[in-house]
């Protein structure tokens, strides 16, 4: 079966510093993957969404940025956060487009 | 484009309660309908779906049907327990994108 991880689980980072999260999938190969982030108490805003190794969209223009070096990898970069890049970060996978989306447990980064 | 409009929340209830939580939509097309659940601190758990019209999605007590004539896919629940509350989000997938739209999410609380 499939199954998807993130890390790390919350990281606590001081504006201006860099920011790399991690999202790796099991069981399955070449997944659409996706990153969102959820606000406290709001709904999910997608931020990018890869078809492949290396192919990236970005949804949000904002100081974050994604990479897919690896087929089941999916990174989640900042050079320098901002205290609105705090929140719970969500990344998802399907088997294409039109698929359900299944989510990982996902990173709660707070910005201080 | 596309849209989902979920009942505003918070929800509170008795356990063993009948439970609704509407969701009607807004879609070019016919899309595919989904209810996730999220527990506190965790991601999204697919809950259930429906992919056609008058289809019914079922899962863990919960049950949803797609209509078509009324543009909706109201949660319902015949028995809430405690172990129920949670944040529940409807979404569908937009036909031409083949992104996920998501309602703003309706938070549950079952009391003992």
């Not at chain 1, 709904?43 to 089941?72: H, K, T």
Request: hydrophobic content about 35%; proline content about 5%.
């Amino acid at each position: 079966s499939q199954t998807i991880h993130q890390w790390p689980a919350t990281l606590v980072q001081p504006v201006g510093s860099p920011l790399s999260l991690e999202c790796t999938v099991e069981g399955t190969s070449n997944p659409n993957l996706y990153w969102y982030r959820q606000a406290a108490g709001r709904g999910l805003q997608l931020l990018f969404y890869s078809v492949g190794i290396g192919q990236i969209s970005s949804e949000v223009p904002q100081n974050l940025s994604a990479s897919r070096p690896q087929d089941r990898q999916f990174i989640l970069s900042s050079k320098k956060l901002l205290l609105s890049d705090s929140g719970f970060y969500l990344c998802a996978w399907s088997q294409g487009p039109g698929y359900e989306q299944y989510f990982g447990p996902g990173t709660r980064l707070t910005v201080t | 484009g596309d849209s989902v409009t979920q009942m505003e929340g918070p929800v509170t209830l008795s356990e063993e309660a009948f439970l609704t939580i509407n969701c009607t939509y807004t879609a070019t097309g016919y899309p595919s309908l989904f209810w996730y659940v999220q527990y506190p601190g965790e991601g999204l758990q697919l809950l259930l779906k429906a992919t056609k019209a008058d289809d019914k999605g079922s899962n863990k007590g919960f049950e949803a049907t797609y209509r078509k004539e009324t543009t909706s896919f109201h949660l319902e629940k015949g028995s809430v327990q405690v172990s129920d509350s949670a944040v529940y989000f409807c979404a569908l997938i937009d036909s031409g994108t083949y992104k996920y739209i998501f309602g703003t999410g309706t938070r549950l609380k079952v009391l003992a």
